[in-house]
């Protein structure tokens, strides 16, 4: 058990550019989760996916985001034409669930964007 | 949509007393998670509480779930200065897996 990875660990980019993010689960984990967390705020929920199933997504998601888990292993997460409200940073968690029930995430730590 | 609120935001104590946190919801949960979060990490999975009243105990870290399961609480006895860092609840209703993080509280120690 190596944890959750996430890479980069940091990505600058200018407005207007695409960036893609990438998540590697605890492989025995079947539930995937992007939040973001900008300064001093709690993390927000941006997608779920139950092995290859995107299952929910959040209205903060514009569709300038597009989440996948091909296979259901890893994860990407892209954000298309960056803009300056898009710095955060975004954090990717697994968890282990049957039905309703879950056992706590493990997050990995984070890739941090900042859009200049 | 589903709130999750947290008093108080900031709380700074001097080594040895007691902190509590406290955590409320908009809505009645399924399950209450709790997670620390040290300054420049990411947040670390403490417990999840599932009953109603449930309560329980890891060292000087005692957790709550309300009766009607839409409040919990985190008291730590003693602190020490490795509890530093923000505190966040984490509730799931409505039958969804997904889980919405409540504001934190920032706890600092006092040597």
């Known amino acids: 058990d190596t944890g959750v990875s996430q890479d980069p660990r940091h990505k600058i980019t200018k407005r207007g550019q695409n960036v893609t993010f990438r998540c590697d689960p605890i492989?025995?984990?079947?539930?995937l989760y992007w939040y973001r967390q900008t300064l001093g705020q709690g993390p927000e929920f941006l997608t779920y996916?139950?092995?290859?199933?995107?299952?929910?997504k959040s209205r903060l998601l514009s569709d300038r985001f597009s989440a996948e888990r091909p296979k259901g292993s890893f994860s990407t997460l892209e954000i298309q034409r960056t803009e300056q409200g898009d710095s955060a940073m975004y954090l990717c968690?697994?968890?282990?669930?049957?039905?309703?029930?879950?056992?706590?995430?493990?997050f990995g730590s984070g890739t941090r964007l900042t859009v200049v | 949509g589903q709130q999750v609120m947290q008093i108080p935001q900031y709380q700074h104590v001097q080594e040895g007393e007691d902190f509590t946190t406290y955590c409320n919801s908009s809505?009645?949960?399924?399950?209450i998670q709790w997670y620390k979060q040290r300054p420049g990490g990411h947040p670390v999975f403490l417990i999840q509480?599932?009953?109603?009243?449930e309560v329980k105990k890891q060292k000087r870290l005692t957790f709550q779930f309300g009766e009607a399961k839409k409040n919990s609480s985190l008291h730590i006895t003693a602190t020490q200065t490795t509890d530093v860092g923000t505190y966040f609840c984490?509730?799931?209703?409505?039958?969804?897996?997904?889980?919405?993080f409540g504001t934190g509280t920032k706890l600092q120690v006092i040597p």
């Open positions: 492989s025995e984990h079947n539930r």
């Open positions: 809505t009645t949960l399924s399950n």
């Open positions: 996916f139950q092995n290859e199933a995107q299952l929910e």
């Open positions: 984490a509730g799931a209703s409505g039958g969804y897996q997904k889980v919405t």
């Open positions: 509480l599932v009953k109603s009243g």
């Open positions: 968690a697994s968890s282990r669930g049957t039905g309703s029930s879950d056992y706590g995430y493990t």
